[in-house]
């Protein structure tokens, strides 16, 4: 399975780090993706890092404002958003790709930017 | 606006079979054949039902198929249940970025 952790609320322009840990199945052998949803809308895909971190993807609205990392020895992925804007409350998950889908979902973690 | 163009609902009444469509509305989109389906239920996490357009992961029902022709794929569901009642999103790629549809939201009467 995979858990997020790391949302809350925080005022604009200020920086927070999610996290997802994997469970149950081999890591590193995983590419691995955020993908975020506002609350009632659509998904939206945020980034996406292959299974040794040798090629990094980002949605344009992203702009330089989030890095994407993963530590294969703790089985983690992260999310470092900085610069955040209201625009960007919205539940966040992490996912794993099997190749070309998108197999195992964590249950998302809620960020709020607001004042 | 997604270069992956969805119906935004579509409705049926238990029993009874529906389509939802995905058309590729862009020229940015690479290998078609790459679609994939997602359900998500209300609170929920999306959960893959069709990857390349046309398989079924193990576990999810024979009630889910997939079709491509052209630049459209479809998600057929057949006899219909009270629990297919959810959102769904087709899933592709253009280039190095991952494209979702708007979502479609199945309503079973």
């Known amino acids: 399975q995979l858990v997020e952790s790391g949302g809350g609320l925080v005022p604009p322009g200020r920086s927070l780090r999610l996290s997802c840990v994997g469970t149950g199945f081999n890591f590193d052998d995983y590419d691995m993706l955020w993908v975020r949803q506002v609350p009632g809308k659509g998904l939206e895909w945020v980034s996406a890092?292959?299974?040794?971190?040798?090629?990094?993807t980002y949605a344009d609205f992203v702009s330089g404002r989030f890095a994407i990392s993963r530590d294969n020895t703790k089985n983690s992925l992260f999310l470092e958003m900085a610069s955040l804007k209201p625009e960007d409350t919205a539940f966040y998950y992490c996912?794993?790709?099997?190749?070309?889908?998108?197999?195992?979902w964590g249950r998302g973690t809620l960020v709020t930017v607001s004042s | 606006q997604s270069p992956l163009t969805q119906p935004a609902s579509v409705s049926g009444s238990p029993g009874q079979s529906i389509t939802i469509s995905c058309t590729a509305t862009s020229s940015d989109i690479g290998d078609y054949s790459l679609v994939s389906w997602y359900q998500q239920h209300p609170g929920k996490a999306p959960k893959v039902i069709i990857y390349?357009?046309?398989k079924r992961p193990s576990g999810i029902s024979s009630r889910f198929s997939g079709s491509k022709s052209g630049n459209t794929a479809t998600l057929a569901i057949s006899g219909l249940q009270t629990e297919d009642e959810a959102d769904y999103y087709c899933c592709s790629f253009g280039g190095t970025k991952v494209l979702f549809g708007g979502g479609t939201k199945l309503t079973v009467l």
């Open positions: 996912a794993s790709s099997a190749s070309d889908y998108f197999d195992l």
């Open positions: 390349e357009a046309n």
């Open positions: 890092i292959t299974w040794n971190s040798g090629r990094i």
